[in-house]
């Protein structure tokens, strides 16, 4: 009876090492995949996994809750403008180290290799719809989208060909704000830009500001929200100083929506939010709509 109540220590039998498979897998066990790299992504806001390829056939907008997932200048480009008769500005002018700031050379290669890019902008003259137009697109990839020196001389001398040209101006913007190794020769870069597109409004010109997610500090407070016409992405975040930073200041919670484009919509900071899908055909009307033989 006592020998019911003890149960004898169960015996455990190892498998050699011969039995085993590839990383330790037991024969006849289906092996582990590997998933190549970058063949799904992860929706940051929702957490669902899509098929990268799906994912770009969607304009990088999560199918799942309709996310704008943040595009490069490249990318952008080539979604918004016509297939052919792009031409680039300045594409050799980069970025160099004028207060010898320590590190900052070597940043900057680092930032050239991971983004595939030469600076944070890239200017040129194209079409959308048919439609002639002097474009800068920004990209957070680089250097997230700080507007240093070159950065602002190339979106001014954009500014300067448009009106030359009297060519409509589109600036795609995202940003972290001033380059802060370059100090004050980057803040510099808000009143020249600001400048340059005053002399375009006295002349008539049309400028379209596109707000993408996330613009802030230097370029929230000078180009980007100097538009005749102030678009915005769904969700874009935008605004000069940081909800963290905000709080602190006033002492005061902030609206969960706070510095999103609807909320900047609702507050009239914007005149449009247009989803990613909508944006070439949108943009192509307002130009159409304010298009002047011989220009402006």
Do not use: W
Not at 20 to 35: D, H, N, S, V, Y
Not at 148 to 158: D, F
Not at 175 to 185: D, F
């Amino acid at each position: 009876m006592f020998k019911d109540l003890f149960q004898k220590k169960r015996k455990y039998a190892t498998i050699p090492s011969e039995r085993l498979g590839t990383a330790g897998q037991q024969e006849g066990e289906r092996p582990k995949r590997e998933i190549p790299e970058g063949l799904m992504n992860k929706c940051v806001k929702c957490g669902t996994i899509q098929y990268s390829k799906e994912l770009e056939k969607n304009l990088k907008v999560c199918q799942e809750c309709g996310h704008h997932m943040r595009l490069n200048a490249l990318e952008r480009i080539q979604m918004t403008l016509d297939e052919t008769g792009f031409e680039e500005f300045d594409a050799d002018m980069i970025s160099v180290d004028p207060l010898q700031f320590p590190g900052y050379a070597a940043k900057l290669e680092q930032q050239k290799m991971k983004s595939g890019l030469r600076e944070a902008v890239i200017t040129g003259q194209g079409s959308i719809l048919g439609q002639p137009v002097v474009v800068a697109v920004m990209s957070f990839d680089f250097f997230t989208g700080s507007m240093g020196s070159v950065v602002g001389e190339k979106i001014t001398r954009a500014i300067e060909t448009a009106t030359e040209k009297r060519l409509p101006l589109i600036i795609f913007s995202t940003s972290g704000g001033a380059r802060m190794q370059e100090s004050i020769l980057s803040l510099m870069q808000m009143a020249k830009t600001s400048a340059a597109l005053a002399r375009f409004n006295e002349l008539g010109g049309l400028y379209i500001s596109v707000i993408t997610d996330p613009t802030t500090g230097g370029v929230s407070a000078s180009f980007a929200t100097l538009g005749d016409i102030n678009i915005a992405e769904p969700g874009a975040v935008f605004g000069f100083a940081g909800r963290i930073v905000i709080e602190q200041t006033i002492r005061q919670k902030l609206p969960d929506d706070f510095q999103t484009a609807e909320f900047n919509l609702a507050h009239g900071q914007l005149d449009m939010v247009v989803h990613r899908k909508d944006m070439r055909s949108t943009l192509g009307k307002l130009l159409d709509m304010h298009a002047v033989e011989g220009g402006f």
